[in-house]
T-cell receptor, first 114, second 114 residues
Framework: AQSVTQLDSQVPVFEEAPVELRCNYS??????LFWYVQYPNQGLQLLLK??????LVKGINGFEAEFNKSQTSFHLRKPSVHISDTAEYFC????????????FGKGTTLSVSS | NAGVTQTPKFRVLKTGQSMTLLCAQD?????MYWYRQDPGMGLRLIHY???????AKGEVPDGYNVSRLKKQNFLLGLESAAPSQTSVYFC?????????????FGPGTRLTVT
């Protein structure tokens, strides 16, 4: 069975500092990996995804993530955060089969202060 | 193009009451999903559908029923609401075509059961 572990439930950072949100997964088969962002009182929006190919994936709002198959990780990074990046971030995994739903981590709350 | 919409946005129920949440998508997507989001738990799959007239159970199906009579609509029913069903409910959809695997989320329904 698949599972996703987000290693930090809360990450406080100062504006313009770099940030890394960690995600590890377990699966016995090949997977697709996703990061979603949820701003307060809103739905989820896709930040980026890894399906195949280059292990470094660039997304919206200056975020990027690196797929590491040997470490079963998909950490999210941003070199310089803004106040507006304050949100909850979810890592999710899907087995690469048609119809398979996403398995979500429990989320990481990123709080950016000035 | 409205994407994924959910009705209602908020609802308060008394224990034992019933209700139906409506999800509608105008993207002609084949797959649709219902998740619930609880603090510190991430999103958990309740039921999903891979096409009109078909549904399947997810991780936490007990106490819920679903129907997909039309391709664009996915209904989630609570027959006898319980306080444990207090949650935020998200609907999502995705296409079978194009190899995207991205799920598009609605804005959520906040349900309180007293």
């Amino acid at each position: 069975a698949q599972s996703v572990t987000q290693l930090d439930s809360q990450v406080p950072v100062f504006e313009e500092a770099p940030v890394e949100l960690r995600c590890n997964y377990s699966s016995s088969v090949s997977v697709y990996l996703f990061w979603y962002v949820q701003y307060p009182n809103q739905g989820l929006q896709l930040l980026l995804k890894y399906l195949s190919g280059s292990t470094l994936v660039k997304g919206i709002n200056g975020f990027e993530a690196e797929f590491n198959k040997s470490q079963t990780s998909f950490h999210l990074r941003k070199p310089s955060v803004h106040i507006s990046d304050t949100a909850e971030y979810f890592c999710a995994v899907s087995e690469n089969q048609a119809g398979t739903a996403l398995i979500f981590g429990k989320g990481t709350t990123l709080s950016v202060s000035s | 193009n409205a994407g994924v919409t959910q009705t209602p946005k908020f609802r308060v129920l008394k224990t034992g009451q019933s209700m139906t949440l409506l999800c509608a998508q105008d993207m002609n997507h084949e797959y649709m999903y219902w998740y619930r989001q609880d603090p510190g738990m991430g999103l958990r799959l309740i039921h999903y559908s891979v096409g009109e007239g078909t549904t399947a159970k997810g991780e936490v199906p007990d106490g819920y029923n679903v129907s997909r009579l039309k391709k664009q609509n996915f209904l989630l029913g609570l027959e006898s609401a319980a306080p444990s069903q207090t949650s935020v409910y998200f609907c999502a959809s995705r296409t079978l075509a194009g190899g995207s695997y991205e799920q598009y989320f609605g804005p959520g329904t906040r349900l309180t059961v007293t």
